[in-house]
């Protein structure tokens, strides 16, 4: 089953050797360490800002944005 690199688009043929990383319960595939390492950094920055958007939601009063 071919799959795309979430980064940089590129086809792959995902094996046991391939980079990979699990996201919200979702394997990604990737073309090189490189573009794992950047999703990583991307999905990491996604996780801050949805418990930041949850963190708003649950304050109350004024809002103070940024982390703890």
């Not at 980079?19 to 999905?43: D, G, I, Q, V, W």
Request: glycine letters at 6%.
């Amino acid at each position: 089953m071919a799959d795309h690199d979430p980064i940089c688009g590129k086809k792959i043929e995902p094996n046991q050797n391939t980079p990979s990383s699990e996201y919200k319960k979702k394997r990604y595939y990737f073309c090189s360490e490189r573009c794992k390492l950047a999703f990583e950094r991307e999905a990491e920055r996604m996780r801050l800002h949805d418990l930041a958007k949850v963190g708003a939601l649950l304050s109350k009063g004024r809002v103070r944005w940024g982390l703890a």
